[in-house]
């Protein structure tokens, strides 16, 4: 665990966070949930763990489709925000995905690469062990990552993205295995500045993680309509994992 105020607990915990992502596109993601659990043959009785669930977009989809869920995120803002679409059948949690989950569930769920945050190898490892431990017995994990070879090969250097009068500069570079994103913007004449730092992890790495984790590749997609991945252009690396 990191001493010091890591960027994603300062990051996604803003509200410029939410702003700069506001337009990500909402049906394209129901289409993905949708393609997922008609493949994976989910009963509705199947409970599903929304893991790095934001403010709770994907979860209360999936809810609406007849799922329990539970979405877990650090952010303890977006939580907050999604507790108010909290049922019986849809619950949030602050939730450290290093840390042992206190739930079993059959599926779980980490969307649009939420993964991949920490220095430390072991860290990640760490939370496809948590996985694995929180899965009932036929349970199954889905991890949706970018592809970090095209990314890598398609990589915008520097960018201007304006949002509800915000303006943001972007600047990315692939330093020390990370794919990071510096985020500069300027409001009421303060300065402020924001990182992303994704790590650049390959199926092949993946391979190793998943193995130190007990948890089996069973197919791999290139995108959200779950077609064949193809190393130089799919755009998402999707993994179906198992015990």
């Known amino acids: ?9 300062e990051w996604f915990n803003t509200r410029y966070y939410h702003i700069l992502y506001k337009n990500r596109n909402n049906d394209e993601a129901k289409v993905f949930m949708q393609n997922l659990v008609s493949f994976l043959k989910l009963p509705k009785d199947n409970s599903i763990l929304d893991l790095a669930c934001g403010k709770g977009r994907h979860s209360i989809f999936l809810n609406t489709l007849g799922y329990p869920v539970i979405g877990a995120d650090l952010s303890k803002n977006s939580i907050d925000y999604a507790n108010q679409f909290a049922n019986s059948t849809l619950k949030f949690i602050v939730q450290d995905m290093r840390k042992p989950f206190a739930i079993k569930v059959d599926a779980v769920f980490n969307m649009f690469t939420s993964f991949g945050y920490f220095d430390d190898d072991n860290d990640d490892i760490k939370v496809l062990q948590n996985i694995e431990a929180c899965l009932n017995k036929n349970g199954v994990a889905v991890l949706d990552y970018m592809n970090v070879n095209k990314v890598i090969k398609n990589l915008v250097n520097t960018e201007v993205i304006t949002r509800d009068e915000i303006e943001f500069r972007i600047k990315r570079h692939v330093t020390d295995g990370f794919i ?8 009421n004449n303060e300065e402020l500045h924001f990182q992303e730092r ?15 984790a007990n948890l089996k ?3 791999i997609f290139g995108d959200y309509h779950l077609s064949d991945f193809d190393i130089e252009n799919s ?7 198992t015990k």
């Open 235 to 241: 755009d998402r690396l999707i993994l179906i994992l």
């Open 217 to 219: 590749i069973k197919h």
């Open 180 to 187: 990071t994103k510096e985020i500069d913007l300027t409001e």
């Open 1 to 9: 665990m990191e001493n010091t105020k890591t960027w994603f607990s």
């Open 198 to 212: 994704v790590k650049a992890i390959d199926l092949e790495k993946f391979r190793h993680y998943t193995k130190q």
